[in-house]
């Protein structure tokens, strides 16, 4: 794996070019900045020509090291946020607790894995699946006070935690993010999908951005990244680390 941004050493650089990345490496790298204030940073992948996707699925576009990137910003993370559909359509399972993060999660104060968060409006999920029967942690629910009841009962009964963000029938990005925090859960990560995406970024609360670009053309009607509702003026990001492996650009930026 190349460095490519920032470079402050360039015979380090040249050196270590090529070499493999160590997990504690990877994880200072994307290490959430100091402090008690929320950070919500989205990851996710994206082929050349922009499609968040491939058939419904965002596996195709991937690499090995995408995934090993994956893994690293879930073990640093105190909660993962997604939307239902992506759970549906990606077949979501607890996160899991990994011995090469316990030490590092232990001195952060953090439990063994992060939470997951499904927001969803309907609640029209599945509640036999692993995800809520077999989670390390409890399955946080977001969702509005105008949900239906019927469901909510369900979901507890299930053993998720409904937690409300929103006052309507669906979720308020800023107040899910404000929800979460408020239970020590600052350090937020959002894997979509471009729904859910969208609605952040709409919302003005993504800090950050992982994105892994990869060197696929996949053509079609696949969704971008981000959907929903255009801003009313673009939201500026700056480049704060990039990273290559096998033709794959791992980007990071931060909102300015």
Same mark, same amino acid.
């Given at each position: 794996?190349?460095?490519?941004?920032?470079?402050?050493?360039?015979?380090?650089?040249?050196?270590?070019?090529?070499?493999?990345?160590?997990?504690?490496?990877?994880?200072? @790298?994307? *290490?959430?900045?100091?402090?008690? /204030?929320?950070?919500?940073? =989205?990851?996710?992948?994206?082929?050349? !020509? #922009? +499609? $968040?996707?491939?058939?419904?699925?965002?596996?195709?576009?991937?690499?090995?090291?995408?995934?090993?990137?994956?893994?690293?910003?879930?073990?640093?993370?105190?909660?993962?946020?997604?939307?239902?559909?992506?759970?549906?359509?990606?077949?979501?399972?607890?996160?899991?607790?990994?011995?090469?993060?316990?030490?590092?999660?232990?001195?952060?104060?953090?439990?063994?894995?992060?939470?997951?968060?499904?927001?969803?409006?309907?609640?029209?999920?599945?509640?036999?699946?692993?995800?809520?029967?077999?989670?390390?942690?409890?399955?946080?629910?977001?969702?509005?006070?105008? @949900?239906? *009841?019927?469901?909510?009962?369900? /979901?507890?009964?299930?053993? =998720?935690?409904?937690?409300?963000?929103? !006052? #309507? +029938? $669906?979720?308020?990005?800023?107040?899910?993010?404000?929800?979460?925090?408020?239970?020590?859960?600052?350090?937020?990560?959002?894997?979509?999908?471009?729904?859910?995406?969208?609605?952040?970024?709409?919302?003005?609360?993504?800090?950050?951005?992982?994105?892994?670009?990869?060197?696929?053309?996949?053509?079609?009607?696949?969704?971008?990244?981000?959907?929903?509702?255009?801003?009313?003026?673009?939201?500026?990001?700056?480049?704060?680390?990039?990273?290559?492996?096998?033709?794959?650009?791992?980007?990071?930026?931060?909102?300015?």
């Amino acid at each position: 794996m190349r460095q490519l941004f920032p470079v402050t050493d360039m015979t380090a650089f040249s050196a270590a070019s090529d070499r493999e990345w160590s997990l504690d490496a990877l994880a200072d @790298a994307y *290490a959430y900045p100091e402090g008690d /204030a929320p950070w919500l940073r =989205a990851n996710m992948v994206s082929s050349l !020509d #922009g +499609a $968040g996707q491939h058939e419904g699925r965002s596996q195709p576009l991937s690499s090995e090291t995408d995934m090993r990137i994956f893994g690293i910003l879930r073990g640093l993370a105190d909660v993962v946020v997604v939307g239902a559909e992506t759970v549906r359509l990606e077949g979501y399972r607890p996160a899991r607790a990994r011995e090469a993060f316990a030490d590092r999660r232990a001195a952060a104060g953090q439990g063994p894995a992060p939470v997951l968060a499904v927001v969803s409006a309907s609640l029209n999920l599945d509640f036999s699946l692993p995800l809520f029967t077999e989670p390390l942690v409890p399955t946080l629910i977001l969702t509005g006070a105008a @949900a239906p *009841a019927e469901r909510v009962a369900v /979901a507890r009964e299930a053993g =998720a935690e409904v937690l409300i963000a929103g !006052d #309507g +029938a $669906g979720v308020d990005p800023a107040r899910a993010v404000a929800v979460l925090a408020a239970r020590g859960l600052r350090r937020q990560l959002t894997e979509g999908g471009p729904r859910l995406l969208g609605q952040f970024v709409a919302a003005g609360v993504l800090d950050e951005l992982c994105l892994t670009i990869s060197p696929t053309m996949t053509a079609g009607d696949a969704q971008r990244i981000a959907g929903g509702p255009a801003v009313a003026v673009p939201t500026r990001f700056q480049v704060a680390s990039l990273l290559e492996q096998d033709g794959f650009l791992f980007t990071r930026y931060r909102r300015i």
